[in-house]
């Protein structure tokens, strides 16, 4: 599988990426043959956060990654921190610290290739963030930054202070939630699709050579289901189903695809817990999906031009 330069920082990473926020459904063997079934496929991004199932998740990724047959080397690794269980989002020097300290003890390594900030912080003040960022770097227990879910003017907060580059924001994208590229396409126009929700992220993301990480690149509003084989959407998994033949693949793997051709530097994070599905997500980094194609895909997920 080819590597993509995550955010220009040298981190080359598969373009597809396994997302364990659900991995506590396994237990620690089939955790295990998940991640072996993952990097088979091609795939070195590993995706956590230290909220997922309360830390339990990190505790079974790094459980499962001490297991597997490759090495910690051979792999990315990246964590988000910032949310305080159903109180608060915190951004606070001492609390990211102890945060990357706690996370470091669950998954079993010395250290993360990248950390992202969970959620924007109303309280943020950056150079706290940027005094917690430098003691982690010069201690070697964060390789690079980033930043999930936030807006532009955010980031351009946050980056003003940071001496590192920020180099990723996660955000959700899918042929079911297309608010950033609705709102591209009806620029000057004054219809609901018009409006701006993310202040203009996905562009500012080109320019700035920031990766976009899409989360939940199968689901339909906000942890609805799956819009994959979902009889509530039978024109786009028929053109899905078209398309896997046409490029002789399979629907995972064009929906996938379909975030991959959008331009810039974009990853797919798949939260999958079943190691034949990932096996089949990892086929889209060798499709390239022509423009009418991306198009129809598009408007068949019920979307269509101003």
């Known amino acids: 599988m080819k590597r993509i330069n995550i955010g220009q920082s040298g981190l080359m990473a598969s373009p597809i990426g396994l997302g364990v926020m659900r991995i506590t459904k396994l237990n620690e ?10 990097y088979a496929s091609g795939v070195n991004f590993f995706d956590n956060a230290d909220i997922y199932a309360d830390g339990e998740s990190e505790k079974l990724f790094g459980a499962a990654l001490k297991k597997a047959s490759f090495n910690r080397s051979d792999v990315l690794v990246q964590t988000k921190v910032g949310i305080v269980p159903g109180k608060r989002y915190n951004f606070g020097k001492q609390y990211i610290l102890d945060a990357v300290d706690a996370s470091l003890q669950r998954l079993g390594v010395d250290y993360v290739d990248s950390l992202l900030l969970h959620r924007p912080d109303p309280l943020m003040e950056p150079d ?9 770097q010069n201690s070697g227990k964060v390789r690079q930054f980033g930043v999930s879910n936030f807006n532009p003017m955010q980031v351009e907060l946050l980056q003003q202070a940071v001496p590192q580059r920020l180099i990723a924001n996660q955000l959700q994208l899918s042929l079911k939630h297309t608010g950033m590229i609705d709102f591209w396409l009806h620029t000057n126009m004054a219809d609901d699709h018009s409006i701006d929700h993310d202040g203009g992220v996905l562009e500012y993301s080109r320019l700035k050579g920031m990766t976009v990480q899409a989360w939940s690149p199968y689901q339909y509003g906000m942890f609805e289901g799956v819009f994959i084989d979902n009889p509530k959407f039978p024109k786009l998994n028929a053109k899905l189903h078209e398309m896997a033949d046409k490029y002789h693949t399979n629907v995972n793997a064009i929906a996938a695809a ?26 889209a ?6 423009g009418q194609d991306w198009y129809d895909l598009y408007f068949a997920a019920g979307n269509d031009l101003p």
């Open 258 to 283: 379909w975030i991959l051709r959008i331009p810039g530097n974009t990853q797919v994070i798949a939260g999958t817990t079943y190691k034949d599905r990932i096996a089949q997500v990892a086929e």
């Open 128 to 136: 706290e963030v940027a005094e917690a960022f430098l003691t982690l």
């Open 285 to 290: 980094a060798d499709v390239v999906l022509d």
């Open 29 to 38: 063997e089939q955790a295990t043959a998940l991640l072996e079934s993952a």
